[in-house]
């Protein structure tokens, strides 16, 4: 079946880094843009990056540009999300999305997600 | 501050028909598809609605999206305790170049 499987969560010190991963299976990975979406404790979601299919263009909200950078491998169908010079702020549960084509961002399938702390 | 403006809040009796709606502007709700999304607690979202008022399969015609000028709306028919959840909607924002949420409106059934 059409599943996300996120992973790399985990705690780290400010300015620290981490890399999350997600494995999609059951369908034609290549074909979707991808996207990540993060939800900190108690408040509501916030879109990170998304990557088109062909991984040609990326986007990436204000707050997160020049520290996180996402990837996809489509051999592996596997789409990435390195984040560097982590903040306190960025700590939330991470999403990883799948974005049909021609949706209009109509997330359809996602991950069951990833736990980010950053702490000292 | 949230680019997409949601009651924090709503609330129905089981049977009731409650709505939910999402204030935006020209460069978001105004010219682009609207996405909603229900995340009951502890769980990962799930579509809703998409395109304004397209219901994916499985989700009950009890929901109805719609649109109007830079606003839409969520209606919930027939409210039923396990609606009772988190909702977000969602756009994109030609201006921030960025996809946005709405703050969120939880929902409770009394």
């Known amino acids: 079946q059409v599943r996300l499987v996120d992973s790399g969560g985990g705690v780290v010190q400010p300015g620290g880094s981490l890399r999350l991963s997600c494995a999609a299976s059951?369908?034609?990975?290549?074909?979707?843009?991808m996207h990540w979406v993060r939800q900190a404790p108690g408040k509501g979601l916030e879109w990170v990056a998304m990557?088109?299919?062909?991984?040609?263009?990326?986007h990436y909200i204000d707050s997160v540009k020049g520290r996180f950078t996402i990837s996809r491998d489509n051999s592996r169908n596997t789409q990435y999300l390195q984040m560097n010079s982590l903040r306190v702020e960025d700590t939330a549960v991470y999403y990883c999305?799948?974005?049909?084509?021609?949706?209009?961002?109509?997330?359809?399938?996602w991950g069951q997600g990833t736990m980010v702390t950053v702490s000292s | 501050q949230s680019v997409l403006t949601q009651p924090p809040s709503a609330s129905g009796t089981p049977g009731q028909r409650v709505t939910i709606s999402c204030s935006g502007s020209?460069?978001?709700?105004?010219?682009?598809?609207v996405n909603w999304y229900q995340q009951v607690p502890g769980m990962a979202p799930k579509l809703l609605m998409h395109?304004?008022?397209q219901r994916p399969s499985g989700v009950p015609d009890r929901f109805s999206g719609s649109k109007s000028g830079t606003s839409a709306s969520l209606a919930i028919s027939g409210l039923q305790s396990e609606d009772e959840a988190d909702y977000y909607c969602?756009?994109?924002?030609?201006?921030?170049?960025?996809?946005?949420f709405g703050g969120g409106t939880r929902l409770t059934v009394l």
């Open positions: 999305v799948r974005d049909p084509p021609g949706s209009g961002w109509a997330f359809d399938v």
């Open positions: 059951g369908f034609i990975f290549n074909t979707y843009a």
């Open positions: 990557i088109w299919y062909d991984g040609s263009h990326t």
């Open positions: 020209s460069s978001n709700i105004g010219s682009r598809p």
């Open positions: 395109n304004h008022n």
């Open positions: 969602a756009t994109w924002d030609d201006s921030l170049d960025a996809l946005v």
